[in-house]
């Protein structure tokens, strides 16, 4: 295999020691501006309306879900389906949130 010249071996040792960050990077750009060459960076995402807590492990709608290790995995499909119904029917009792008519 041929050794490569001086300049080829000079140039790859530059290309390794060369800063790969364009000078300006250190520079703050506002949410969502980008810098030369590069892909804009989305604005952060604003908090939208308050979500449910989730359920609690003592909440009774997940007491199906007590003891599932210890069952066939072709019983599981059971408990989760009385969880999702038991959830379901919680939210559904609920009234909307937000007061749309």
């Given amino acids: 295999m041929p050794r490569p010249s001086a300049p080829a071996q000079q140039m790859s040792t530059a290309m390794l020691t060369e800063d790969p960050m364009p000078q300006d990077a250190d520079v703050a750009r506002p949410a969502g501006a980008a810098g030369p060459g590069s892909t804009p960076v989305p604005a952060a995402p604003r908090p939208g309306p308050p ?3 989730a359920p609690r492990a003592d909440d009774p ?3 199906p879900l007590e003891g599932l290790d210890e ?3 072709a019983e599981h499909v059971a408990r989760f ?3 999702h ?3 379901r029917a919680r939210l559904e009792s609920r ?3 937000g007061g749309g008519a």
């Fill in 51 to 53: 979500r449910p807590t």
């Fill in 85 to 87: 119904d038991a959830l």
């Fill in 95 to 97: 009234p909307a949130v």
């Fill in 61 to 63: 709608a997940l007491a």
């Fill in 81 to 83: 389906e009385a969880v």
């Fill in 71 to 73: 069952l066939p995995v």
